[in-house]
């Protein structure tokens, strides 16, 4: 069943790219089967590009097949291993049988012949707290072919059930199932206790609908607007609604699970359900969404909402990270921004509020005693050059492993900001001394260390120094840029960390798997094979991705941007 999971991403992220254009006024749409006060949703509002499509359905012609002897051998490595659990067994058979339905060089156009469509919509949802995935299908009669035609290669039926009219198949265990049903033109996913009764499973499978849907109250669209979101996707965890649920008896659909699987859970008591919902009032919603969808270049946001409380100074605290004002560069180009002081001070002021304040409920004590315990490891002087510290950078620009050599050669540059680069620098002069007669001035000139000053390494090592940096490059040619380098720009926004990467960095990975390989035994080495050549794939593949994390006055912003070629 694990394995199963693990293909049905893949599956299922290439079934729910886009949807229709009246996702919020269709009364059939699967938002309008979403409850309006569900705690956690994410949906599409609108059909991506039809260009988009094609262009990633000739992508996966390329990696396609890779992956299915990637999954095929882990299905028979789990084949061969001894189990004591039928379903699982049975769950094993069933995946082997779909990977054989989905094995060929086509796998969009196989998806569309199997009664899937690509501008289809879909949404992800919970009744309460029971998860539910809802999509349209383009032939539903074309599925119940394919499911009869896996069932024909098993050798055996998946079990069917009925609530009414509708029909569902089922797999599980004593106490829960997983359910799938065929509703009119859509394909409904959820679980339900192996002892439902009618009116639970018509509501979870949808069919009674609720008073209120999501669609009609325009929640994602009110996103959408408020992030900028474009309407390919967008969803959002309510931590307010779920904490409100979890800590008071169950009712509804929860009440009729907890029934159904024996669970006793009367709630929480007044004190603790208070301080639970004092704790999510403070971080209310994860949200995110699709910002841009091209053929290629793909951007999603994502933002944990915080109190202002805590949102504002904990951004004054955080200035931007060294180099986030410039694009990012090399194989790989990590940021960070690290006030070491104006952090301190941040995570006291958290520590007295919670000491004004603590929280009464019982389970929370050890919460209370942290904040107090880190406060008396965090209130202490910090001595400089640790004090000055800000900041740093990295940026690899190339790893060059040489015939019979044990460490590669490292063409990288490396940026310490500080308040005092000059304090930094005596420092490692005491600390090295083969540095002690080093002549480095803040004008952002290169400066070569003497050879062997850095051991395990042949490629000369070069030091710079601005008014707030401290800069060192490794490798031939890296000295030439490393003042350019260190004068790069802080963004004007709080970016507090980035990560940049090229698809260059696939290679790097291939090529430690390489030296893994060679030390498997010859039936685990194919498996590594399988997975270089997936590498290769995302090498020619990928142009570049780029994280961002940025501190806003309402919480922390999350952008990723990723360039094709």
Request: aromatic letters at 8%.
């Amino acid at each position: 069943m694990r394995l199963i999971r693990l293909a049905l991403p893949v599956l299922l992220a290439s079934l729910v790219v886009a949807c229709s254009k009246n996702a919020a006024t269709d009364d059939n749409a699967p938002l309008s089967f979403v409850p309006a006060d569900t705690p956690y949703a994410m949906a599409n509002l609108e059909p991506a590009p039809a260009a988009v499509y094609d262009a990633w359905s000739q992508r996966m012609k390329t990696y396609w097949p890779n992956l299915m002897q990637m999954y095929q051998g882990m299905l028979d490595q789990a084949a061969n291993t001894k189990m004591s659990d039928p379903n699982a067994e049975r769950g094993i058979k069933i995946a082997k049988a779909l990977l054989d339905e989905l094995n060929t060089d086509d796998l969009m156009g196989r998806i569309r012949a199997i009664g899937f469509k690509p501008d289809a919509r879909y949404a992800f949802y919970g009744i309460g707290m029971v998860p539910v995935i809802r999509t349209e299908l383009g032939d539903p009669a074309a599925l119940r072919a394919e499911i009869a035609k896996i069932e024909t290669k098993v050798g055996e039926k998946v079990p069917v059930g009925k609530v009414g009219n509708q029909e569902y198949w089922y797999l599980g265990d004593q106490q829960g199932m997983a359910v799938a049903a065929i509703e009119g033109n859509q394909l409904v996913l959820s679980i339900l206790p192996v002892a439902a009764d009618d009116t639970l499973k018509q509501t979870i499978l949808g069919l009674t609908k609720p008073a209120q849907n999501l669609g009609a109250a325009g929640t994602l669209q009110a996103l959408a607007k408020q992030y900028n979101y474009s309407n390919y996707g967008v969803g959002f965890v309510d931590f307010v609604r779920l904490t409100e649920r979890l800590s008071s008896p169950p009712t509804g659909t929860d009440a009729q699970f907890a029934k159904a699987l024996g669970i006793p859970f009367a709630g929480a008591d007044p004190a603790c359900r208070a301080d639970y919902l004092d704790i999510a009032h403070k971080f209310p919603r994860f949200v995110g969404g699709v910002e841009e969808l091209a053929v290629q270049r793909v951007r999603i946001g994502a933002q944990m909402e915080i109190d202002a409380s805590i949102a504002q100074p904990l951004a004054a605290a955080l200035n931007a990270a060294p180099g986030t004002g410039a694009a990012g560069r090399g194989v790989m180009d990590f940021s960070m921004s690290l006030p070491v002081l104006k952090l301190k001070d941040f995570w006291i002021k958290q520590a007295d509020a919670v000491a004004a304040k603590p929280y009464t409920c019982p389970q929370l004590a050890s919460l209370n005693a942290a904040f107090a315990s880190s406060k008396t490891k965090v209130d202490i002087t910090v001595p400089p050059p640790f004090s000055d510290f800000t900041g740093m950078r990295f940026v690899l620009d190339k790893l060059d492993m040489k015939p019979g050599a044990t460490i590669p050669d490292v063409y990288a540059m490396l940026a310490m900001r500080t308040n005092n680069p000059i304090a930094v620098l005596a420092m490692a002069q005491m600390a090295v001394p083969q540095l002690a007669t080093l002549k480095v001035q803040p004008d952002g000139k290169s400066v070569p260390l003497p050879p062997g000053t850095v051991p395990m390494t042949t490629q000369p090592i070069a030091v710079a120094m601005t008014n707030d940096t401290l800069g060192m490059s490794s490798g031939t040619g890296e000295d030439a840029t490393l003042g350019a380098f260190l004068a790069e720009p802080a963004s004007k926004d709080p970016v507090f960390l980035r990560f940049h990467f090229s698809g260059q960095i696939y290679k790097l990975m291939a090529d430690v798997m390489d030296k893994a390989a060679a030390a498997m035994p010859a039936d685990k080495q194919a498996q590594f094979a399988s997975q270089k050549q997936m590498f290769a794939a995302y090498e020619q593949w990928l142009k570049s991705g780029d994280m961002t994390f940025i501190a806003t006055p309402t919480g922390i912003a999350f952008h990723e941007v990723v360039e094709q070629n």
